[in-house]
Protein backbone atom coordinates (compact mmCIF):
# COMPACT_ATOMS: atom_id res chain seq x y z
CA UNK A 1 0.00 0.00 0.00
CA UNK A 2 1.50 3.32 -0.68
CA UNK A 3 2.74 5.39 2.21
CA UNK A 4 -0.48 7.49 4.08
CA UNK A 5 0.13 11.40 4.95
CA UNK A 6 3.33 11.85 2.70
CA UNK A 7 5.14 14.09 0.07
CA UNK A 8 8.12 12.46 -1.40
CA UNK A 9 10.35 14.11 -4.44
CA UNK A 10 12.40 12.41 -6.72
CA UNK A 11 14.90 13.63 -9.54
CA UNK A 12 16.13 11.73 -12.85
CA UNK A 13 19.70 11.88 -12.10
CA UNK A 14 20.78 12.08 -15.87
CA UNK A 15 17.76 14.49 -17.07
CA UNK A 16 16.96 18.13 -15.41
CA UNK A 17 13.76 16.55 -14.57
CA UNK A 18 12.09 16.06 -11.28
CA UNK A 19 9.20 14.87 -8.98
CA UNK A 20 7.28 14.59 -6.38
CA UNK A 21 4.39 12.33 -5.28
CA UNK A 22 1.74 12.54 -2.59
CA UNK A 23 -0.64 10.28 -0.72
CA UNK A 24 -3.19 11.09 1.95
CA UNK A 25 -5.27 8.66 3.79
CA UNK A 26 -5.75 9.99 7.86
CA UNK A 27 -5.15 13.92 7.10
CA UNK A 28 -7.74 12.88 3.97
CA UNK A 29 -10.78 11.71 6.58
CA UNK A 30 -9.93 14.49 9.05
CA UNK A 31 -10.26 17.06 6.51
CA UNK A 32 -13.57 15.03 5.57
CA UNK A 33 -14.66 14.31 8.80
CA UNK A 34 -17.43 17.12 9.22
CA UNK A 35 -18.13 17.76 5.91
CA UNK A 36 -21.24 15.23 3.74
CA UNK A 37 -20.21 15.87 0.64
CA UNK A 38 -21.63 14.19 -2.50
CA UNK A 39 -19.03 11.83 -3.97
CA UNK A 40 -18.61 14.19 -7.40
CA UNK A 41 -17.77 17.05 -5.01
CA UNK A 42 -15.39 15.11 -2.47
CA UNK A 43 -13.61 13.78 -5.23
CA UNK A 44 -12.71 17.07 -6.90
CA UNK A 45 -12.19 18.50 -3.53
CA UNK A 46 -9.67 15.75 -3.20
CA UNK A 47 -8.07 16.18 -6.57
CA UNK A 48 -7.18 20.20 -5.10
CA UNK A 49 -6.04 19.10 -2.17
CA UNK A 50 -3.55 16.61 -3.86
CA UNK A 51 -2.37 19.29 -6.61
CA UNK A 52 -2.13 21.93 -3.76
CA UNK A 53 0.39 19.76 -1.54
CA UNK A 54 2.50 18.95 -4.99
CA UNK A 55 2.40 22.46 -6.17
CA UNK A 56 3.28 23.97 -2.73
CA UNK A 57 6.21 21.78 -2.68
CA UNK A 58 7.67 22.95 -5.77
CA UNK A 59 8.37 26.47 -4.28
CA UNK A 60 11.01 27.83 -1.60
CA UNK A 61 8.86 30.11 0.58
CA UNK A 62 7.57 30.84 3.91
CA UNK A 63 3.66 31.79 3.55
CA UNK A 64 0.73 29.93 2.04
CA UNK A 65 -0.05 28.92 -1.31
CA UNK A 66 -4.40 28.72 -1.70
CA UNK A 67 -6.33 27.09 -4.91
CA UNK A 68 -9.71 28.72 -5.54
CA UNK A 69 -12.76 27.97 -7.77
CA UNK A 70 -15.23 30.11 -7.68
CA UNK A 71 -18.42 30.81 -9.89
CA UNK A 72 -22.42 30.76 -10.25
CA UNK A 73 -22.47 26.73 -11.02
CA UNK A 74 -23.88 24.34 -8.42
CA UNK A 75 -20.37 24.37 -6.69
CA UNK A 76 -20.09 27.81 -6.23
CA UNK A 77 -16.88 28.06 -4.06
CA UNK A 78 -14.01 25.84 -3.33
CA UNK A 79 -11.09 25.91 -1.36
CA UNK A 80 -7.74 24.39 -0.77
CA UNK A 81 -4.77 26.08 1.57
CA UNK A 82 -1.51 24.74 2.30
CA UNK A 83 0.85 26.29 4.70
CA UNK A 84 4.64 26.03 4.81
CA UNK A 85 5.18 22.55 6.28
CA UNK A 86 2.60 20.98 4.15
CA UNK A 87 -0.35 21.82 6.77
CA UNK A 88 -3.60 21.63 4.71
CA UNK A 89 -7.41 22.33 5.02
CA UNK A 90 -9.73 22.58 2.62
CA UNK A 91 -13.70 23.26 2.16
CA UNK A 92 -16.21 23.39 -0.99
CA UNK A 93 -19.93 25.17 -0.92
CA UNK A 94 -22.29 23.27 -3.40
CA UNK A 95 -26.20 23.50 -4.23
CA UNK A 96 -28.11 20.69 -5.96
CA UNK A 97 -24.96 19.64 -8.19
CA UNK A 98 -25.21 17.32 -10.72
CA UNK A 99 -23.52 14.12 -11.11
CA UNK A 100 -20.28 15.31 -12.54
CA UNK A 101 -16.55 15.93 -12.18
CA UNK A 102 -16.27 18.48 -15.30
CA UNK A 103 -15.37 21.71 -13.27
CA UNK A 104 -16.82 23.81 -16.17
CA UNK A 105 -20.23 22.51 -15.33
CA UNK A 106 -19.75 22.05 -11.27
CA UNK A 107 -18.27 25.93 -11.05
CA UNK A 108 -20.91 27.60 -13.95
CA UNK A 109 -17.46 28.01 -16.16
CA UNK A 110 -15.93 29.98 -12.68
CA UNK A 111 -12.48 31.42 -12.26
CA UNK A 112 -9.52 28.94 -10.94
CA UNK A 113 -6.69 31.26 -8.97
CA UNK A 114 -3.60 29.78 -7.44
CA UNK A 115 -2.36 32.37 -5.10
CA UNK A 116 1.10 32.58 -3.02
CA UNK A 117 1.06 34.80 -0.26
CA UNK A 118 4.52 34.94 1.52
CA UNK A 119 5.01 36.37 5.48
CA UNK A 120 6.25 39.32 3.59
CA UNK A 121 3.13 41.23 3.19
CA UNK A 122 4.54 42.04 -0.22
CA UNK A 123 5.39 39.07 -1.27
CA UNK A 124 2.35 37.86 -3.12
CA UNK A 125 1.39 36.15 -6.50
CA UNK A 126 -1.74 35.19 -8.06
CA UNK A 127 -2.10 33.69 -11.40
CA UNK A 128 -5.87 32.78 -13.08
CA UNK A 129 -5.74 29.23 -13.84
CA UNK A 130 -8.31 28.62 -17.57
CA UNK A 131 -10.89 26.03 -17.19
CA UNK A 132 -9.78 24.70 -20.56
CA UNK A 133 -10.04 21.07 -19.12
CA UNK A 134 -12.73 18.93 -17.50
CA UNK A 135 -10.42 18.18 -14.49
CA UNK A 136 -7.68 19.54 -12.00
CA UNK A 137 -5.08 18.30 -13.66
CA UNK A 138 -5.91 18.67 -17.38
CA UNK A 139 -7.19 22.96 -16.22
CA UNK A 140 -3.41 23.10 -14.32
CA UNK A 141 -1.71 21.35 -17.15
CA UNK A 142 -3.12 24.13 -19.31
CA UNK A 143 -2.45 26.81 -16.87
CA UNK A 144 1.63 26.03 -16.88
CA UNK A 145 1.48 25.70 -20.81
CA UNK A 146 0.04 28.90 -21.33
CA UNK A 147 2.70 30.30 -18.31
CA UNK A 148 6.17 31.47 -17.99
CA UNK A 149 6.30 29.03 -15.19
CA UNK A 150 8.45 25.76 -15.87
CA UNK A 151 6.88 23.31 -18.17
CA UNK A 152 4.60 21.19 -15.49
CA UNK A 153 2.03 17.90 -15.36
CA UNK A 154 0.20 16.68 -12.85
CA UNK A 155 -1.82 13.29 -12.26
CA UNK A 156 -4.73 13.13 -9.54
CA UNK A 157 -7.06 10.94 -8.10
CA UNK A 158 -9.28 10.61 -5.40
CA UNK A 159 -11.83 8.76 -3.69
CA UNK A 160 -13.58 8.41 -0.17
CA UNK A 161 -10.64 6.46 1.71
CA UNK A 162 -7.46 8.53 0.10
CA UNK A 163 -6.06 11.19 -2.52
CA UNK A 164 -3.24 10.88 -4.51
CA UNK A 165 -1.37 12.73 -6.72
CA UNK A 166 1.92 12.86 -9.43
CA UNK A 167 3.33 15.98 -10.81
CA UNK A 168 6.62 16.03 -13.13
CA UNK A 169 8.60 19.46 -13.45
CA UNK A 170 11.21 20.54 -16.39
CA UNK A 171 13.88 22.24 -14.77
CA UNK A 172 16.37 24.82 -16.42
CA UNK A 173 19.55 23.92 -17.65
CA UNK A 174 22.57 26.22 -18.56
CA UNK A 175 23.76 25.56 -22.40
CA UNK A 176 27.41 25.64 -23.30
CA UNK A 177 28.24 27.73 -27.00
CA UNK A 178 27.83 23.83 -28.54
CA UNK A 179 24.73 23.33 -27.36
CA UNK A 180 25.19 20.64 -25.08
CA UNK A 181 23.68 21.30 -21.43
CA UNK A 182 25.98 21.27 -17.97
CA UNK A 183 23.49 18.75 -16.94
CA UNK A 184 24.53 15.05 -16.73
CA UNK A 185 27.78 13.31 -16.59
CA UNK A 186 29.52 15.16 -19.33
CA UNK A 187 26.76 17.05 -20.70
CA UNK A 188 23.68 16.12 -22.67
CA UNK A 189 22.01 17.53 -25.86
CA UNK A 190 18.67 19.73 -25.03
CA UNK A 191 17.00 17.52 -28.03
CA UNK A 192 17.75 14.79 -25.64
CA UNK A 193 16.27 16.32 -23.00
CA UNK A 194 13.62 16.98 -24.93
CA UNK A 195 12.98 13.92 -25.80
CA UNK A 196 13.28 12.74 -22.51
CA UNK A 197 10.82 14.97 -20.93
CA UNK A 198 8.03 14.17 -23.97
CA UNK A 199 8.64 10.06 -22.83
CA UNK A 200 8.70 10.54 -18.71
CA UNK A 201 4.83 12.23 -19.78
CA UNK A 202 3.88 9.58 -22.16
CA UNK A 203 5.24 6.87 -19.30
CA UNK A 204 3.02 8.38 -16.67
CA UNK A 205 -0.24 8.56 -18.81
CA UNK A 206 -0.34 4.96 -18.20
CA UNK A 207 -0.34 5.00 -14.80
CA UNK A 208 -3.83 3.84 -13.28
CA UNK A 209 -5.60 5.43 -10.74
CA UNK A 210 -5.33 2.20 -8.66
CA UNK A 211 -2.22 2.23 -8.97
CA UNK A 212 -1.30 5.30 -8.19
CA UNK A 213 -3.48 4.50 -5.09
CA UNK A 214 -1.84 1.39 -4.24
CA UNK A 215 1.59 0.79 -4.80
CA UNK A 216 4.43 1.99 -2.67
CA UNK A 217 6.45 5.09 -4.40
CA UNK A 218 9.45 2.99 -4.72
CA UNK A 219 7.38 0.38 -6.64
CA UNK A 220 5.65 2.68 -8.79
CA UNK A 221 8.70 4.64 -9.96
CA UNK A 222 10.55 1.29 -10.54
CA UNK A 223 7.56 0.15 -12.67
CA UNK A 224 7.09 3.11 -14.68
CA UNK A 225 10.73 4.56 -15.04
CA UNK A 226 12.54 0.84 -14.85
CA UNK A 227 15.50 1.83 -17.23
CA UNK A 228 16.14 5.34 -15.59
CA UNK A 229 18.38 6.18 -12.74
CA UNK A 230 15.81 7.81 -10.45
CA UNK A 231 17.24 8.93 -7.13
CA UNK A 232 14.11 9.56 -3.86
CA UNK A 233 13.91 11.18 -0.96
CA UNK A 234 13.14 10.77 2.38
CA UNK A 235 9.58 11.67 2.56
CA UNK A 236 8.20 14.32 4.61
CA UNK A 237 4.89 14.49 6.14
CA UNK A 238 1.60 16.04 4.96
CA UNK A 239 -1.44 17.07 7.56
CA UNK A 240 -4.79 18.45 8.00
CA UNK A 241 -4.56 21.54 10.20
CA UNK A 242 -7.08 24.39 10.58
CA UNK A 243 -5.73 27.79 11.23
CA UNK A 244 -8.69 28.80 12.83
CA UNK A 245 -8.34 30.85 16.35
CA UNK A 246 -10.31 32.84 18.72
CA UNK A 247 -8.25 35.67 17.78
CA UNK A 248 -9.58 35.48 14.01
CA UNK A 249 -12.85 35.48 14.58
CA UNK A 250 -12.58 38.30 16.78
CA UNK A 251 -11.07 39.89 13.87
CA UNK A 252 -14.19 39.24 11.67
CA UNK A 253 -16.48 40.12 14.31
CA UNK A 254 -14.69 43.72 15.06
CA UNK A 255 -14.57 44.28 11.12
CA UNK A 256 -18.67 43.38 10.92
CA UNK A 257 -18.60 46.72 13.25
CA UNK A 258 -20.78 46.76 16.59
CA UNK A 259 -24.02 47.32 15.46
CA UNK A 260 -24.32 44.34 13.64
CA UNK A 261 -22.44 41.85 16.97
CA UNK A 262 -25.53 43.53 19.15
CA UNK A 263 -28.09 42.93 17.08
CA UNK A 264 -27.23 39.13 16.99
CA UNK A 265 -26.36 38.83 20.65
CA UNK A 266 -30.03 41.04 21.51
CA UNK A 267 -31.79 38.42 19.07
CA UNK A 268 -30.23 35.48 20.06
CA UNK A 269 -28.50 36.00 22.88
CA UNK A 270 -24.78 35.14 21.58
CA UNK A 271 -23.08 34.85 18.52
CA UNK A 272 -21.96 31.40 17.30
CA UNK A 273 -19.41 30.64 14.52
CA UNK A 274 -18.33 27.97 13.24
CA UNK A 275 -15.27 27.57 10.53
CA UNK A 276 -16.59 25.87 7.46
CA UNK A 277 -12.95 24.09 7.22
CA UNK A 278 -13.08 22.31 10.62
CA UNK A 279 -16.50 22.81 12.45
CA UNK A 280 -15.06 24.30 15.56
CA UNK A 281 -17.42 26.81 17.39
CA UNK A 282 -16.62 29.78 18.53
CA UNK A 283 -19.25 31.81 20.90
CA UNK A 284 -19.30 35.16 22.03
CA UNK A 285 -21.86 36.61 24.80
CA UNK A 286 -22.70 39.72 25.46
CA UNK A 287 -19.33 40.41 27.66
CA UNK A 288 -17.53 38.90 25.19
CA UNK A 289 -19.06 41.33 22.57
CA UNK A 290 -18.05 44.55 24.88
CA UNK A 291 -14.58 43.13 25.37
CA UNK A 292 -13.91 42.99 21.21
CA UNK A 293 -14.69 46.51 21.15
CA UNK A 294 -13.04 48.10 24.10
CA UNK A 295 -11.11 50.82 23.71
CA UNK A 296 -7.27 49.79 22.75
CA UNK A 297 -8.18 47.10 21.37
CA UNK A 298 -6.66 46.93 18.25
CA UNK A 299 -8.46 47.09 14.84
CA UNK A 300 -8.81 43.63 12.66
CA UNK A 301 -6.00 42.62 10.56
CA UNK A 302 -7.18 40.98 7.30
CA UNK A 303 -9.56 37.79 7.04
CA UNK A 304 -11.00 35.63 9.60
CA UNK A 305 -9.39 32.89 7.13
Given amino acids: MSQADTLRRFVFERYPIRGQLVHMGPAWAAMMEHHDYPDE ?3 VLGEAV ?3 ALLASTLKYRGLLSLQLRGAGPMHLMLVECADGLAMRAVARFRDPPATRDLRVLSGDGTLTVTIAGDDANARYQGVVPLLGTGMAACLDEYFRQ ?3 LPTRLWL ?4 QSVSGLLLQRLPVTSRPDGVTESGAGGI ?3 EI ?3 WRRVQLVADTVKPAELAQLDDRTLL ?3 YPEDDVRMFEAVPVFFRCRCSRERVGNMLRALGRDEVDSVIAEFGQVDVRCEFCSRSYRYDVVDAAALFAPGVEPPRG ?3
Avoid: F, K, M, N
Avoid at 157 to 160: N, Y
Fill in 194 to 196: EDA
Fill in 222 to 224: GRL
Fill in 157 to 160: RADA
Fill in 50 to 52: AAT
Fill in 147 to 149: SEQ
Fill in 189 to 191: SED
Fill in 303 to 305: GVH
Fill in 41 to 43: IRD
